[in-house]
């Protein structure tokens, strides 16, 4: 079995907590080193890897979609962490 670990994707919900607070957008962007949140169709492509031939070797992999944030910090971005 294989995963897809998702950083922060954008949604409704998402959307209307950061324009209550717009320190939350600025808190996750600063560890997203594309700059962006993820959006559904971020998904896609990895989703079609995993549901098709090119695959069927993988197994037990962990494919983390967040921008580049594991990479960065290893999600070291958190409230409370200093300005830049």
Request: net charge neutral; with cysteine.
């Amino acid at each position: 079995m294989n995963a897809i670990v998702c950083g922060q994707i954008s949604n409704q919900s998402l959307e209307q907590r950061m324009a209550d607070d717009p320190r939350l957008r600025k808190n996750f962007l600063r560890g997203i080193p594309m700059g962006r949140l993820g959006v559904n169709e971020d998904i896609k492509g990895i989703a079609l890897l995993l549901a098709s031939d090119a695959s069927s070797f993988m197994t037990g992999a962990l494919i983390p979609l967040d921008g580049g944030n594991l990479a960065k910090n290893a999600g070291g971005s958190h409230p409370g962490m200093p300005e830049f």
